[in-house]
């Protein structure tokens, strides 16, 4: 059998500009590059937090009609941090909403639910104990 490594997770935009704008400014992502498909009338963007890519689609031909958040706040993209102090100061600091949390199971992890200007889902998670 093959064997496969983790490439990158996306996410549907209604504004490139503003998002690639809204991950770099709040969550400290990096801008790695920016394209348009021709063929499939997208633009997209890949950024990069840590070792984690993320790639930002904006459809060319349908406005995007913002997803309704709900449990169980799926798909999403969890970002580990050391310390959900630092991440609940992060969400404080720019106004951000939590949509869900902080959660904790007793002496395995802490984690929140937060979403991005298009309705996307993102976690913070603290481990306590590194798997």
């Known amino acids: 059998m093959s064997s496969y490594n983790f490439d990158h997770t996306a996410f ?31 633009e997209y ?5 840590g070792e984690s890519r993320l790639e930002l ?7 995007y009609e913002k997803p309704i ?3 169980p706040f799926c798909p ?14 992060i969400i404080n600091d ?3 909403t939590i ?7 007793k002496d395995e992890e802490t984690w929140v639910y937060f979403a991005d200007p298009d309705h996307n889902i993102l976690e ?7 798997k």
Not at 16 to 41: C, P, Q, S, V
Not at 57 to 63: C, G, H, K, N, V
Not at 81 to 89: G, T
């Open 12 to 42: 549907q935009v209604s504004d490139m500009d503003k998002a690639i704008a809204w991950y770099k400014n709040t969550l400290g992502f990096e801008f790695l590059f920016r394209g348009t498909n021709e063929e499939e009338k997208e």
């Open 45 to 49: 963007a890949f950024l990069k937090y």
């Open 57 to 63: 689609i904006q459809d060319l031909l349908t406005p």
């Open 69 to 71: 958040i709900k449990k």
């Open 76 to 89: 999403h993209l969890c970002l580990e941090v050391e310390s959900m102090e630092l991440a609940l100061k």
């Open 94 to 96: 720019h106004g951000l």
């Open 99 to 105: 949509v869900r949390g902080p959660l904790e199971i």
């Open 124 to 130: 913070f998670i603290q481990w306590y104990h590194k």
